[in-house]
C-alpha cells in the first residue's frame, strides 16, 4: 500500500494530497492527488440538477501541462472496501498511476453516472454513459466546471486536454462510446474485451442469448447504481425495461443508440483492439465487426488477439504489454515518433501459448472461400466441397437440448438433430482469419425458425481452456507494483487446464431466420415454401493443420447459447444441398483437400 501524506487541512477538505510515487526520472517525485465533481449537460435522473460526475486524478508534481491516461467504469465503489470507505480519492487500484504518472501523465478514474459518488442514472450503455465521459473530457479541456466537494470550483490548467481512455469489459466500452461520439480531446483509445453494439450483448441476429435475454439492460443498470441514486432512477430503470424490445429480439432505436459502430464514421482517435478468442462473455463479433467498420476508414489502429476468454493481458503478457502502452500513449498523447506505428500491426497468440505478428487483420492474402454442403461421402454424414451437387435436400429436426461437444461428435453418423458437413482432410495447413458467414436454403414447417451453426476443426488435438475473470474482478483485482511482481492480483496469470480433442469449436453464430431480411423487422417463414437464410458467425482467427477436415454443424434451438425460440417447437426443416453454403476467409483463398 503507498503511504499518502496529507499536505494542509485546507487541502484535505478539497480532497487533495501528496503521494509519493516510485521514480522513473527525478522530476516524479510526487504526485498531486484530488477528488473533483465535474457538472455534466444532463439531468439523468430528472432531480432538477445537472448530473455531477465524480473523478479522481492523479498527477505529476510539477508546473507544466500534461497529458491524460483515463479510466471510466460503472465499477468503482462496488468492492466491499470501496463501498464503505469514506476517504477520497478512493481510486488508483490499477497498475496505472505507478507506470503513467511518473512517466509525465495524469491519471484519471471517472465514476460514470449513477454509480459510486456521480449522480444520475446508468443506462446500460445508452447516451448517458456517453455524456459522463464526455463532461470530464471536457473538463479537461476547459469546457466544463468541475468542483470540490467543499464546493470550490476546481481547474484543470495543468492538462494539456489530449486524452487516451483504456479499459477492460465495460471499462472498455466506454472509450469505444467516446470515440464514436468524437468527443474532443479524446486522442487514442485501448477497449480490451469490450463492447461495440449493446444489442450484439445481448442478442445475435434475432434471438437473445442464454442468459441475457430477458431485461439485461436493467439488470446491469440495476447491478451498478448506487445505494444512494437507486431510488431517483425507478422511473428509468422501468422505461428500460419497456423499451429493449425483448417481446421480439428486434434492432430497435433502443439498441441502434447503444451501438458505437453507428459512429465508426466520426472516429478520428487511434484504437488499439484488445480481444480473446475464446471469450463467450464479451462475444467477438464485438472487436471484429468494430474492427471492420475502423479498417474501411483506415483509423489507424492495433490489435491482439489472444486464446483466452475474458481477460486483462496485464495477467498474461505483462512486460510487453506496458512496454507497448507506454509506447502507445506516447506517441498519440505526446506525439513521439518513437516508431509504434511502425511495428506490425496484430499480434495473434497461438494456441499454444507463442505469439505472432502479422501486417494486417484479417491476415494478408485472405479471401472469401466458398463450400457447398453436401450428401454423405468418405467418412462423413454430409459434405463440403468446392463444387455444389445440383439436388438433394435432409431432414433437420429440434435438437431436443444436445449439448454443443454432442453437436460436432461423430461427424460420419446421421443424426436429425443436427446435420454435419465436412471437408474431406486437408492438403495443408490452412489458415482461417476472419468473419465466416452461412447460407442456408430451407423449407420448413414452422413460420419461426432458430438456425445456429457451428464452425468445427476435425482431427486430433490438444485444446487449451484459461480461466476467465468476471467484470468485476477486472475492475477491482489488486493492480500495485507487489502485484505486477509477485503475479498475484490483476497480474496473476489465468490458469491453463490441456485436455486431448478430436473435434475443436472454433466459432458459431445463430440467427432467428424471421430476421432473414432485416434485424429491425421479423417476416414469418412461409411455411412449407424454401427460402434463402443468410448469417455471420463471429470472426476468429485459426491455424487448421493438415489431415484435419474442415466441419459445419447446424442446429436449431442451440440451448446453451442462444435462448430457446418457443415458437419452432416440433420444428422440421428440409436443407437443400448444393444451394446451402458457407464462405470461410481463408488465407490464400482456397482450401485444398487431399
Given amino acids: 500500500m503507498r503511504r499518502v501524506y496529507l499536505v494542509a487541512a485546507t487541502l484535505l477538505m478539497a480532497a487533495t494530497v501528496c503521494t509519493p510515487v516510485s521514480t522513473a526520472n527525478a522530476a516524479a517525485a510526487a504526485a498531486i492527488t484530488e477528488t473533483v465533481y465535474v457538472e455534466s449537460a444532463m439531468d439523468s435522473d430528472s432531480d432538477g440538477k445537472l448530473d455531477r460526475i465524480a473523478a479522481d486524478v492523479m498527477r505529476p508534481d510539477t508546473t507544466g501541462r500534461v497529458p491524460i491516461v483515463m479510466e471510466a467504469s460503472p465499477y468503482y465503489g462496488l468492492s466491499a472496501a470501496k463501498a464503505t470507505s469514506a476517504g477520497v480519492p478512493r481510486g488508483f487500484g490499477r497498475w496505472y498511476d505507478e507506470y503513467f504518472v511518473p512517466r ?96 450484439e450483448y445481448a442478442r445475435d441476429q434475432g434471438i437473445g442469448y442464454s442468459g441475457w435475454e430477458s431485461d439485461y439492460p436493467t439488470f446491469l443498470a440495476n447491478y451498478v447504481v448506487s445505494a444512494a441514486q437507486k431510488p431517483k432512477c425507478k422511473a428509468v430503470f422501468d422505461k428500460l425495461t419497456a423499451d429493449d424490445g425483448d417481446g421480439s429480439w428486434d434492432y430497435t432505436s433502443f439498441w441502434k443508440a447503444r451501438d458505437y459502430r453507428v459512429g465508426a464514421k466520426d472516429v478520428t482517435a487511434s484504437v488499439f483492439v484488445v480481444h480473446g478468442q475464446s471469450d463467450w462473455n464479451v462475444k467477438l463479433s464485438q472487436f471484429g465487426r468494430w474492427w471492420k467498420e475502423l479498417e474501411a476508414r483506415n483509423v489507424p489502429r492495433k490489435i491482439w488477439l489472444h486464446r483466452g476468454g475474458h481477460l486483462d493481458p496485464i495477467s498474461f503478457r505483462q512486460a510487453e504489454w506496458q512496454r507497448v502502452m507506454g509506447l502507445w500513449m506516447d506517441h498519440w498523447l505526446k506525439g513521439a ?81 443436427r446435420l454435419v458437413y465436412a471437408t474431406a482432410p486437408l492438403a495443408k495447413d490452412t489458415r482461417l482469419s476472419g468473419e465466416v458467414s452461412v447460407t442456408a436454403r430451407i423449407t420448413s414447417n414452422r413460420a419461426s425458425t432458430a438456425l445456429t ?66 434485424l429491425e423487422t421479423g417476416t414469418s417463414l412461409p411455411t412449407g415454401q424454401a427460402v434463402d437464410v443468410t448469417w455471420k458467425l463471429h470472426p476468429r482467427d485459426a491455424l487448421i493443420p493438415a489431415g484435419h477436415r474442415i466441419g459445419i454443424v447446424l442446429v436449431t434451438n442451440h440451448s446453451s447459447y442462444i435462448a430457446r425460440d418457443t415458437g419452432s417447437s416440433g420444428i422440421a426443416l428440409d436443407v437443400s444441398l448444393g444451394l446451402s453454403k458457407v464462405v470461410l476467409p481463408i488465407v490464400g483463398g482456397a482450401v485444398a483437400t487431399a
Avoid: F, H
Avoid at 483509445?189 to 449493446?198: K, N
Avoid at 484459461?466 to 497480474?491: F, H, I, V, Y
Fill in 337 to 417: 515518433d518513437n516508431g509504434i506505428m511502425d511495428e506490425p500491426m496484430a499480434d495473434v497468440q497461438k494456441p499454444d501459448g507463442s505469439w505472432e505478428q502479422d501486417s494486417s487483420w484479417p491476415r494478408p492474402g485472405t479471401a472469401a472461400t466458398t463450400l457447398y454442403l453436401g450428401p454423405a461421402a468418405s467418412g462423413v454424414s454430409g459434405s463440403l466441397t468446392t463444387t455444389p451437387v445440383t439436388s438433394g435436400t435432409q431432414r433437420l429436426a429440434d435438437n431436443t437440448n444436445l449439448t454443443e461437444a454432442a453437436m460436432m461428435a461423430n461427424p460420419d453418423t446421421a443424426d436429425s438433430r
Fill in 104 to 199: 509525465g501523465y495524469a491519471v484519471v478514474e471517472v465514476e460514470m453516472q449513477g454509480t459510486s459518488r456521480s449522480t444520475g442514472c446508468p443506462t446500460t450503455g445508452g447516451p448517458e454513459d456517453t455524456a459522463s465521459v464526455r463532461a470530464v473530457v471536457d473538463w479537461l479541456n476547459g469546457r466544463a466546471k468541475a468542483y470540490y466537494a467543499d464546493g470550490r470550483e476546481a481547474s484543470a490548467t495543468w492538462s494539456t486536454g489530449n486524452v487516451g481512455m483504456l479499459g477492460v469489459s465495460y471499462n472498455g466500452t466506454l472509450p469505444n462510446a467516446a470515440a464514436a461520439a468524437n468527443i474532443p480531446g479524446v486522442k487514442t483509445i485501448v477497449p480490451i474485451a469490450a463492447i461495440s453494439s449493446w444489442y
Fill in 453 to 518: 451453426a457451428v464452425l468445427v476443426d476435425y482431427g486430433p488435438s490438444t485444446q487449451a481452456t484459461l480461466t476467465d475473470r468476471s467484470p468485476l474482478q477486472l475492475s477491482t483485482e489488486t493492480c500495485a507494483k507487489n502485484d505486477l511482481r509477485d503475479r498475484t492480483g490483476c497480474a496473476r496469470p489465468p490458469d491453463v487446464s490441456v485436455q486431448a480433442v478430436t473435434a475443436t469449436m472454433l466459432t458459431k453464430g445463430a440467427i432467428d431466420a424471421k430476421n432473414r431480411s432485416s
